[in-house]
Every structure is written in C-alpha cells, then in structure tokens.
Nanobody
Framework: QVQLVESGGGLVQAGGSLRLSCAAS????????MGWFRQAPGKEREFVAS????????DYADSVRGRFTISRDNAKNTVYLHMNRLKPEDTAVYYC?????????????????WGQGTQVTVSS
C-alpha cells in the first residue's frame, strides 16, 4: 500500500521560509517522479513543483519559480519542498503526490497517489 506522509507545515510571516517533507512507502520511490500541489480555500488544487526520479529534472509553477526548490533523497524515500520568500498568497494545504507514468510533468488529474496534506499559513 502506497503511503505519502507530509510534514513541516506551519505558520510563518511573509518573507520567511519553510521546508516541507514527504516520506514515501509502499513503492519503489527511486523509480518515480514526485511532486507537490496546493489547494487554497475556495480554489482548485494546483500544481506547485515536480522532480524526476533521478532528481536531474524539475518543473515549477510560474508563481513559485525562483522562490521554491524541490529536491529528493532516494536513500531516505523522501521528497522536499524548500519554500523561501513566502507570500500570503502561498497560504494553502500542500499535498505530496506521485504520477507513476510521467517523467516530470504532473497534472492533478493524472496523479496516482496523494498524501493527506499539510497546512501552510503565511501571515502578512
């Protein structure tokens, strides 16, 4: 059974930083792309970032490019999202995800497994 467990969310002031972690189990982690999505209240879930199985290729939403960095440690079966220069509009529940059929590009409709989500709140 595939499980994705996020951690690291919390409350931070605008301009601050957070690091989210997602621990995966039940799959050959090093074989699959991983990604992060987020959903703000009243909005649809949106793509944030993704990373290929090797970590060599990444993809970012325009709204976070240059501020967020996705990385992975295949030895620890963990993917990270380093979030810098946070803005109030980054406030959302952040979800870890995997699409077993992609190299790096992810859309919410094609995600095979989701984590339970972790809340990130950025105060102004």
């Amino acid at each position: 059974q595939v499980q994705l467990v996020e951690s690291g969310g919390g409350l931070v002031q605008a301009g601050g930083s957070l690091r989210l972690s997602c621990a995966a189990s039940g799959l050959t982690f090093s074989s699959y792309a991983m990604g992060w999505f987020r959903q703000a209240p009243g909005k649809e879930r949106e793509f944030v970032a993704s990373i290929s199985w090797s970590g060599e290729t990444t993809d970012y939403a325009d709204s976070v490019r240059g501020r967020f960095t996705i990385s992975r440690d295949n030895a620890k079966n963990t993917v990270y999202l380093h979030m810098n220069r946070l803005k109030p509009e980054d406030t959302a529940v952040y979800y870890c995800a995997t699409d077993l059929d992609t190299i790096v590009v992810m859309t919410s409709a094609r995600v095979d497994y989701w984590g339970q989500g972790t809340q990130v709140t950025v105060s102004s």
